[in-house]
């Protein structure tokens, strides 16, 4: 099993990107396709994590300023959750965060996911917002 954290690097891949994106992340919300892109696409710093070139998990860094960055739109293959890649993939996001002097992690994570988050060392601040006026999200944070 051969495990690789990258970004993706040809029309195949992004597709697969963002197409896992929208399977995870907003069709089970009843969102629309293409509901799963955003203007951060563009600037965002994107990590796909493969297993014997077959994608299982993504996240995009953005930066917020000179010491913060917040990880958006993690998400992990349906079929492979619970096998680690959520976490593989979160730490890559850190360590690319910890190279660039980043010094805090921040993400809105979903009422579902906030555990995974707090096992990782996250802090819940309490309720940020409610995406698409039906799921909880919690503002957490991270000292790097």
Request: charged share 25%; net charge negative.
């Amino acid at each position: 099993m051969a495990l690789e954290i990258r970004r993706p690097i040809n029309e195949h891949e992004w597709n697969a990107y963002y197409s896992l994106r929208y399977e995870v992340l907003r069709a089970p919300l009843g969102q629309p396709l293409g509901s799963e892109r955003n203007e951060g696409d563009a600037t965002g710093i994107h990590f796909a994590l493969y297993e014997d070139d077959i994608l299982k998990a993504i996240a995009r860094l953005d930066l917020q300023d000179q010491q913060i960055a917040q990880v958006r739109f993690v998400a992990v293959d349906q079929e492979c959750q619970g096998k680690g890649f959520g976490l593989k993939i979160m730490q890559a996001t850190e360590v690319k965060a910890k190279e660039m002097g980043i010094q805090k992690m921040i993400l809105h994570a979903r009422d579902y996911a906030v555990e995974f988050y707090i096992k990782q060392g996250y802090q819940n601040l309490g309720a940020s917002y409610k995406l698409f006026d039906v799921l909880q999200h919690y503002l957490m944070e991270k000292n790097l």
